[in-house]
């Protein structure tokens, strides 16, 4: 079992209170709990705050382009998907930039895991609106405050059937860490919407706000009501729901595919003579 002492990268450089760091720390102990060596896992990101994640993890990592994550994540599961990829982005990174990719990334199902830092704002770009702030919220570049609609990942989740839609809250990290674990041990793709202040940019959304109108699933809900699951992704505002939300157990990407499905690409035997007739052909 590896020790949180083996799983700590670099010293992390958020500010002071950001909920990152409860993120980081609910992360480590997942894995701890779940006995998963630093060799034995990658962490892909792209660009923000949240984007600095894998410097802080010792493990295998790749911190790519602005919303690009998931391509990166899928390439790398498509050469192992014996591997356990994660991919940890924030709320601009991954519904803004990265939209595109997510959409389609829960629509092919593929095994990744990703955590989205949400605090409704761009924070390493110092404060703009992100697809998350919530409708007339005033920023630095939107003084008049924000005209769009707030997007909702987990309604739009649901609604694409992604596989495993789920909500945490960073000022609750033994809840936190157990729903990393469950979607991390769920097979399919898994998106946890992470609720996290940003203590220097968003003085809306603070701890006590969310506090105030957070609660957790009752035991009794069953998360595999698609219908149950999109009322419960609609609530937004007096009462935030916090949980498994939607589950469900289609078919994943990589037992789709013919060449990987008995064995990761890596493990494939190489025949150089057929490489070189390829490379005849061209030259």
């Given at each position: 079992?590896?020790?949180?002492?083996e799983?700590?990268?670099?010293?992390?450089?958020?500010?002071?209170?950001?909920?990152?760091y409860?993120?980081?720390?609910?992360?480590?102990d997942a894995?701890?709990?779940?006995?998963?060596?630093?060799h034995?896992f990658?962490i892909?990101?792209?660009?923000?705050?949240a984007?600095?994640?894998?410097?802080?993890?010792?493990?295998?990592?790749?911190?790519?382009?602005?919303?690009?994550?998931?391509?990166?994540?899928?390439?790398?599961?498509?050469?192992?998907?014996s591997?356990p990829?994660?991919?940890?982005?924030g709320?601009?990174?991954?519904?803004?930039?990265?939209?595109?990719?997510l959409?389609?990334?829960?629509?092919?199902?593929?095994?990744?895991?990703?955590?989205?830092?949400?605090?409704?704002?761009?924070?390493?770009?110092?404060?703009?609106?992100?697809?998350?702030?919530?409708?007339g919220v005033k920023?630095?570049?939107?003084?008049?405050?924000?005209?769009?609609?707030?997007?909702?990942?987990m309604?739009?989740?649901?609604a694409?059937?992604?596989?495993?839609?789920?909500?945490?809250?960073?000022g609750?990290m033994?809840?936190?860490?157990?729903?990393?674990?469950?979607?991390?041990?769920?097979?399919?793709?898994?998106?946890?919407d992470?609720l996290?202040?940003?203590?220097?940019?968003?003085?809306?959304?603070?701890y006590?706000?969310?506090?105030?109108?957070?609660?957790?699933?009752?035991?009794?809900?069953?998360p595999?009501?698609?219908?149950?699951?999109f009322?419960r992704?609609?609530?937004?505002?007096?009462?935030?729901?916090?949980?498994?939300?939607?589950?469900n157990?289609?078919?994943?990407?990589?037992?789709?595919?013919?060449?990987?499905?008995?064995?990761?690409?890596?493990?494939?035997?190489?025949?150089?003579?057929?490489?070189?007739?390829?490379i005849?052909?061209?030259?």
């Amino acid at each position: 079992m590896p020790s949180l002492q083996e799983i700590k990268g670099q010293q992390p450089a958020w500010c002071p209170g950001c909920g990152d760091y409860s993120i980081l720390k609910s992360f480590k102990d997942a894995m701890v709990q779940l006995n998963i060596d630093p060799h034995q896992f990658t962490i892909v990101s792209g660009i923000g705050q949240a984007a600095k994640f894998p410097h802080y993890v010792r493990c295998n990592t790749f911190n790519g382009l602005h919303g690009r994550s998931l391509p990166v994540a899928t390439g790398i599961r498509m050469s192992n998907h014996s591997h356990p990829v994660f991919v940890f982005t924030g709320d601009g990174d991954s519904y803004g930039e990265g939209g595109n990719h997510l959409i389609h990334a829960i629509r092919r199902n593929i095994n990744i895991k990703l955590f989205v830092h949400d605090n409704q704002i761009y924070g390493l770009t110092k404060g703009q609106a992100s697809p998350t702030s919530m409708e007339g919220v005033k920023t630095k570049n939107q003084p008049a405050g924000v005209f769009s609609e707030q997007l909702n990942p987990m309604a739009l989740a649901v609604a694409l059937d992604c596989s495993f839609v789920a909500r945490g809250f960073s000022g609750d990290m033994e809840h936190l860490t157990w729903l990393m674990k469950e979607a991390i041990n769920h097979k399919g793709f898994s998106l946890v919407d992470i609720l996290q202040p940003c203590v220097t940019f968003n003085k809306l959304n603070t701890y006590d706000w969310y506090k105030m109108r957070v609660y957790k699933l009752e035991p009794e809900y069953t998360p595999d009501d698609r219908g149950a699951a999109f009322n419960r992704a609609l609530e937004w505002g007096d009462r935030i729901p916090l949980g498994i939300i939607y589950r469900n157990n289609r078919t994943i990407l990589e037992e789709r595919i013919p060449v990987i499905k008995d064995a990761p690409l890596v493990r494939h035997a190489v025949d150089i003579s057929r490489v070189k007739i390829t490379i005849k052909e061209f030259y």
